[in-house]
């Protein structure tokens, strides 16, 4: 399938009411597109990423729903910033004409929200224009989990450990 530069729309946001951290995506890039699921691409890191902070080590091998429910079992809301955009291809680059998610109306539906993480450079310039001084939660720039952002397992899982303190 040709998808040219059409308009790419964002999932639905993904959260309990009583979610403790929220990590925002920038735009689910073709691989999520396709398969309707948050984080697909079969070299994304963020489910062994979200795995190793919880405990979980199984979870990129539940099926979608059930990592879905962990996270929200964990406290943990998943977004992205942008609504919707054009973009040919995958890479945050390329996105053009972004049309901001309503970041604001989603944080005062969580009134234990203590974090917002950003899964990436763009995630973090788009989303920090948005909720800086409109939040008491702490806003924390991650780098990102996709296979275009190339460093080790390892590295990245250094980074995102910030996020353990929230999680308990």
């Known amino acids: 399938m040709d998808w040219g530069n059409a308009r790419r729309h964002a999932f639905p946001p993904v959260f309990g009411v009583h979610a403790r951290v929220l990590i925002l995506g920038s735009l689910p890039g073709e691989a999520s597109l396709k398969a309707a699921q948050y984080y697909a691409h079969p070299q994304n890191s963020f489910w062994r990423l979200m795995g190793s902070l ?3 080590s ?3 091998s539940l099926p979608y729903e059930a990592r879905l429910e962990s996270l929200k079992a964990a406290r943990v809301g ?4 942008i609504a919707s955009a054009e973009r040919k291809g995958s ?3 390329a996105i053009r004409t972004p049309e901001a ?3 604001i109306a989603l944080t005062h539906r969580l009134p234990d929200l203590r974090a917002i993480a950003f899964n990436g450079g763009t995630a973090a310039r788009h989303g920090r224009r948005i909720l800086e ?5 702490a806003l924390i720039d991650l780098p990102s989990s ?3 952002h190339a460093r080790a397992f390892e590295e990245k899982l250094a980074h ?3 996020l353990e303190p929230y999680l308990g």
């Open 91 to 93: 890479l945050d680059a």
């Open 133 to 137: 001084g409109a939040t008491t939660a």
């Open 78 to 81: 998943l977004w992205d910033v």
């Open 58 to 60: 199984d979870l990129a």
């Open 54 to 56: 919880l405990g979980q």
């Open 146 to 148: 996709s296979p275009a």
């Open 101 to 103: 998610a309503d970041l």
């Open 160 to 162: 995102w450990r910030v």
